[in-house]
């Protein structure tokens, strides 16, 4: 689950990481009022909440030559003219795509004088099942240009989890980026209390880019990124009340509402499967044979047929949907609980499309006969093969005789 840069801000500045001074606003008035709130700042930022990076190098739709949504501002007026110019507009970032993304909140934040910019990162490193820092002088940059570029920038700390982070631990990452004196010990500071908010937040990733050395000798998270892992949201209650769901794509919010994994793409073949590596099994084949994958959606072990009617209302609900694969190897699920589900979904949506079926596993003869005897045009498959062929032809013919 991911936040906003305010909240994420405010989540750190509670375990001791120095954030600058900042002010969240849901409206222009808001956004105003914040600044007047800070009268001694001779310098504001009013920056754009979407979940995306990249927001100062974007472009808003309406003014696609004109400033992106971070902007430096000297007075309240400029303050104002700034959040007029993004609120309820839409940002277009190398991450949002070409759609972009509706900003419908603001953060108003206090200039700091920076005398040099660096990158930080926390994320759980799968290859050692360690928390692993990452920083590199690089700061301001894509981590991954710096990674292809210039690995030798990068410096890396693996965090033993019985140990937890020590002071060695942050005095590497601070020598690793040249710190000494007063930028050393608040780095060090700075590090220690990171790696605790990411522990005691079950964080999934934190980012702050840039890390940044004020011209005090303060280090100081000038963006602050934070995902987090949604399995232990049940005992995260502060984080779990910071989802924005506005920001979220609405199949898969409606998919998390029912316990699915789901994931849109820009194809046109629906797809539901129950297993991930079946899953981009099923998205792989399809493509071998000049089919594109809608999504990745799995339905997991023991769904009900309440929840695969669910699953297939949410594939349909894709415009850009023009042929659905179904491919089930019944375990724990049984096929015929699959085919009741499709069935009941098929009728329910008035169906459409070509719908290709590969059923395999437990009960898998009643599965059969059940879509055999629905009197719905659903197309049987053998096999995995078998499956993407035909539901790649089918597809294509009905494109043909739109």
């Not at 998205?283 to 669910?310: C, Q, S």
Request: proline residues 2%; hydrophobic residues 45%.
């Amino acid at each position: 689950m991911n936040i906003h840069e305010y909240q994420a801000k405010e989540l750190l500045e509670k375990y001791g990481v120095s954030v600058p001074k900042g002010i969240p606003a849901m409206s222009v008035e808001e956004a105003v009022k914040a600044a007047e709130t800070m009268a001694d700042s001779t310098l504001y930022v009013v920056k754009a909440q979407i979940h995306a990076g990249g927001r100062g190098a974007g472009h808003f739709k309406n003014d696609p030559n004109g400033k992106g949504g971070v902007r430096l501002c000297k007075t309240v007026d400029e303050v104002r003219e700034a959040a007029t110019a993004m609120m309820g507009n839409t940002l277009v970032t190398i991450q949002t795509g070409a759609e972009g993304k509706d900003v419908q909140r603001l953060y108003v934040t206090d200039g700091v004088d920076i005398d040099k910019e660096y990158y930080c990162s926390v994320v759980l490193d799968r290859n050692t099942s360690r928390v692993s820092f990452m920083v590199s002088t690089e700061g301001g940059m894509d981590i991954e240009e710096v990674a292809e570029n210039h690995p030798e920038k990068i410096t890396h700390a693996s965090i033993d989890p019985v140990t937890g982070m020590m002071p060695h631990h942050a005095r590497t990452l601070a020598f690793a980026l040249g710190l000494d004196g007063a930028a050393m010990k608040s780095a060090v500071k700075f590090f220690m209390s990171l790696y605790k908010a990411f522990v005691e937040l079950d964080a999934a990733i934190v980012e702050i880019n840039p890390l940044i050395v004020t011209d005090k000798n303060e280090v100081m998270a000038l963006d602050a990124k934070m995902n987090f892992d949604e399995n232990a949201l049940f005992r995260q209650k502060a984080v779990a009340e910071m989802r924005d769901e506005s920001e979220e794509d609405e199949n898969e919010r409606e998919a998390t509402n029912w316990g699915l994994s789901y994931v849109s793409m820009d194809g046109n073949i629906g797809c539901m499967v129950n297993g991930a590596g079946l899953a981009m099994a099923t998205m792989d084949i399809i493509k071998l044979y000049g089919g594109e994958p809608a999504n990745f959606l799995d339905v997991g072990g023991g769904a009900t047929a309440e929840r695969v009617t669910a699953a297939f209302k949410i594939i349909l609900s894709d415009k850009n949907v023009q042929g659905i694969l179904v491919n089930i190897f019944g375990g724990i699920m049984k096929c015929d609980v699959i085919a009741e589900g499709v069935i009941a979904a098929a009728k329910e949506v008035d169906l459409s499309v070509p719908l290709v079926v590969r059923l395999e596993g437990t009960n898998v003869e009643q599965g059969k006969k059940l879509m055999a005897e629905s009197g719905l045009p659903i197309i049987s498959a053998d096999d995995l093969e078998d499956a993407a062929k035909k539901v790649v032809e089918a597809t294509q013919d009905a494109q043909k005789a739109a």
